[in-house]
């Protein structure tokens, strides 16, 4: 677990951080549409489409930063991962696209409402879905010889992809759900409230299963938890993630308003931070490390003068969008 901190360590956690940002960002937005079948026709679900308007569009920033981080640090991964992916990117994107639309047209198209709902309902499960079940690709291993992707077009599809991906179904409506939480009031908070439950345990479940799952996935990770000196590094994670999950629950009891979001968000954080733990040092498993994938050290540094200047300014108008539209949402947008 020993990490030598250069350049190429650098930009693993800037593109983890780019990440980051982008699942606990967008996910609570994708989360809003996967539930969006719940929620009741007409005021309810405006409510809830308002209380997103003003920053759903701005959270995929981050998911142009972290695919385009990798392009430019590590592109034989890039190289790899996307050969290996393409129909889940594909779906994704798509996924992406139709939300996106709807988003907007249901407004200006009210004749055609509920095909806009299922458009940005569909959209978003299937972003989702798609994302988790990348995720569950990389992890489980990708076939490479001489550098290139050597297997076949549905590689990716096994039962841990699947169980990836519902995971993180499950984790965005969570997010989803105490975004509401945090944002409504009234009969539509309760409402979001029971659905934050609800997502809480399905999340904490599927999230155990995928941890049980890892453990026999590939020899390496069971080392990394299951044997000294690493398990010392590792153990604070799930003793962390556990605590973190008692807490969402008991938020969620005594009709906290938002903290059951920054709590969804921290068990986000420990739930990735978990990854990294498995994963290091390989970005590729089983065979590629971030230091074999990584772009020449005059490009990462070339890049990293760009990221300085950037990354501050993107997190700087993200905080202020979200200062500006602060408060909870009524009929007419936030007030």
Same mark, same amino acid.
């Given at each position: 677990m020993a990490v030598n901190v250069d350049l190429t360590v650098v930009w693993a956690f800037i593109i983890a951080f780019a990440v980051f940002a982008y699942v606990v960002m967008d996910g609570f937005d994708l989360g809003i549409g996967i539930l969006f079948p719940s929620f009741e026709v007409g005021r309810e679900r405006d409510r809830a489409m308002n209380s997103i308007a003003p920053v759903w569009d701005g959270n995929e920033t981050w998911l142009v930063l972290g695919g385009g981080g990798l392009f430019a640090a590590f592109p034989l991964a890039y190289a790899v991962i996307l050969p290996a992916t393409y129909p889940l990117?594909?779906?994704? !994107?798509?996924?992406?696209?139709?939300?996106g639309v709807a988003f907007e047209f249901r407004w200006r198209d009210p004749s055609h409402r509920r095909l806009w709902d299922f458009a940005f309902t569909g959209g978003s499960l299937v972003a989702?879905?798609?994302?988790?079940?990348?995720?569950?690709?990389?992890?489980?291993?990708?076939? &490479? &010889?001489?550098? /290139?992707?050597? %297997?076949?077009?549905?590689?990716?599809?096994?039962?841990? @992809?699947?169980? @990836?991906?519902?995971? @993180?179904?499950?984790?965005?409506?969570?997010?989803? /759900?105490?975004?509401?939480?945090?944002? !409504?009031?009234?009969e539509a908070q309760a409402h979001a409230r029971t659905l934050a439950k609800r997502a809480a345990?399905?999340?904490?479940?599927?999230?155990?299963?995928?941890?049980?799952?890892?453990?026999? !996935? *590939? =020899?390496?990770?069971?080392?990394?938890?299951?044997?000294? =000196?690493?398990?010392?590094?590792?153990?604070?994670?799930?003793?962390?993630?556990?605590?973190?999950?008692?807490?969402?629950? *008991?938020?969620?009891? $005594?009709?906290?308003?938002?903290?059951?979001?920054?709590?969804?968000?921290? !068990?986000?954080?420990? %739930?990735?931070?978990?990854?990294? &733990? @498995?994963?290091? =040092?390989? $970005?590729?498993?089983?065979?590629?490390?971030?230091?074999?994938?990584?772009?020449?050290?005059?490009?990462? &540094?070339?890049?990293?003068?760009? $990221?300085?200047?950037?990354?501050?300014?993107?997190?700087?108008?993200?905080?202020?969008?979200?200062?500006?539209? *602060?408060?909870?949402v009524g009929d007419e947008g936030y007030h």
């Open positions: 990117i594909i779906a994704m !994107l798509l996924g992406l696209v139709f939300r989702a879905m798609a994302q988790g079940m990348t995720l569950g690709a990389l992890l489980q291993g990708i076939d &490479v &010889v001489d550098r /290139a992707y050597a %297997g076949s077009w549905f590689d990716w599809f096994t039962p841990y @992809t699947l169980l @990836t991906g519902i995971g @993180t179904v499950a984790g965005y409506a969570l997010l989803g /759900a105490c975004w509401l939480v945090w944002k !409504l009031d009234g345990w399905a999340t904490l479940i599927l999230m155990g299963g995928v941890s049980i799952y890892n453990l026999g !996935l *590939r =020899p390496e990770y069971a080392d990394r938890w299951l044997t000294a =000196p690493e398990i010392y590094f590792a153990a604070p994670v799930p003793i962390l993630t556990g605590l973190i999950a008692l807490a969402l629950l *008991r938020s969620l009891s $005594v009709e906290r308003h938002s903290k059951p979001f920054w709590l969804s968000l921290a !068990l986000f954080f420990f %739930g990735m931070a978990g990854l990294g &733990v @498995t994963m290091w =040092p390989y $970005v590729v498993p089983p065979g590629l490390t971030i230091w074999d994938v990584a772009a020449p050290e005059r490009s990462q &540094v070339f890049m990293l003068i760009g $990221v300085g200047i950037t990354m501050p300014l993107i997190i700087a108008y993200t905080a202020w969008a979200y200062w500006v539209f *602060r408060g909870k």
